[in-house]
């Protein structure tokens, strides 16, 4: 996770400082000691002093560092990961395992719903991979399954590719078909644990991709966003809990575009 820089203390500011712990020492430590003559004298002074050097301090830092770590705490933003591999190696780590596993994520026993938005489902559980035949392990008999996947039919993905091509140059028709493939691949392998019983619904989207994320428990989420002309793994991502309105408009988000979605049938044999 990356941490917040801050700028050097002036060397004014650290005399500053000094000259307020020294004083609050000199005016409320002493008369505790001399009028009061207690053990319990010199402690009020350390206390009082300890609070209003703290004070001056938190004030300071946060006006350096520009938003106090008590918002962002209360606003419930508990991870910012630089990418892709930096973001489910934490996942890995809160599970106390090795490496990040698809199957941990998605099927834990916990998991009452999951929501997904994205191109595909490649920045959770790479269907590309030579894994993708035991999808069937992902998933939980108990969790309802939601994912929103790019149209492959539709034209923003054409536009998409197009637009994020190198000089502006027209992508191959074999490249963007590839990247069809890709997504029809997905669909269909969903479908085939949906046949087996699970509660899982499939809808395509025709807006321009945004975000990639993840809901679990309407409760915890993962998002990134898509940057122009960069990877999914090299997109950096943040972790919110349910704690105030920013996942609840990230919610919001995915709830809209469900609705205005086209549910993906499965295909009769």
């Known amino acids: 996770m990356r941490k917040f820089k801050l700028?050097?203390?002036?060397?004014?500011?650290?005399?500053?400082?000094?000259?307020i712990a020294l004083g609050g020492v000199v005016l409320i430590l002493i008369p505790g000691i001399v009028f009061?003559?207690?053990i319990g004298g010199i402690l009020v002074g350390g206390v009082s002093t300890s609070c209003l050097l703290s004070y001056?301090?938190?004030?300071?830092?946060?006006?350096?560092i520009g938003v106090s770590l008590f918002m962002i705490i209360k606003r419930g933003i508990i991870g910012i990961y630089e990418n892709r591999e930096e973001m489910k190696a934490a996942i890995a780590k809160d599970k106390g395992i090795d490496a990040y596993n698809p199957g941990d994520f998605f099927a834990h026993p916990k998991n009452k719903s999951i929501k997904m938005i994205g191109i595909n489902l490649n920045d959770f559980a790479d269907l590309a991979d030579e894994h993708r035949n035991e999808i069937i392990?992902?998933?939980?008999?108990?969790?309802?399954?939601?994912?929103?996947?790019?149209?492959?039919?539709?034209?923003?993905?054409?536009?998409?590719?197009?637009d994020e091509s190198d000089e502006g140059k027209?992508?191959?028709e074999e490249e963007i078909k590839k990247e069809q493939g890709k997504i029809e691949m997905v669909i269909s392998k969903?479908?085939?644990?949906?046949?087996?019983?699970?509660?899982?619904?499939?809808?395509?989207?025709?807006?321009?991709?945004?975000?990639?994320?993840?809901?679990?428990n309407e409760n915890?989420?993962?998002?990134?966003?898509?940057?122009?002309?960069a990877s999914g793994t090299s997109t950096p991502w943040i972790r919110i809990e349910k704690k105030d309105g920013i996942f609840d408009?990230?919610?919001?988000?995915?709830?809209?575009?469900?609705?205005?979605?086209?549910?993906?049938?499965i295909e009769k044999d």
Not at 56 to 64: A, I, M, N, V, W
Not at 220 to 229: A, D, N, S
């Open 7 to 19: 700028r050097i203390f002036k060397w004014g500011e650290i005399i500053l400082y000094i000259s």
């Open 137 to 162: 392990k992902w998933f939980n008999p108990h969790c309802k399954y939601e994912f929103l996947i790019l149209n492959p039919e539709g034209d923003f993905i054409w536009k998409r590719m197009t």
């Open 170 to 172: 027209d992508r191959p």
């Open 190 to 216: 969903l479908n085939e644990v949906k046949k087996q019983g699970y509660n899982i619904t499939i809808k395509t989207y025709d807006i321009y991709p945004m975000v990639s994320m993840i809901i679990r």
């Open 249 to 265: 408009k990230y919610l919001e988000h995915f709830d809209k575009i469900w609705k205005s979605s086209r549910t993906q049938e």
């Open 56 to 64: 001056f301090l938190t004030r300071s830092l946060q006006e350096k």
């Open 36 to 38: 009061l003559n207690t």
């Open 220 to 229: 915890e989420l993962y998002v990134g966003p898509y940057l122009f002309q």
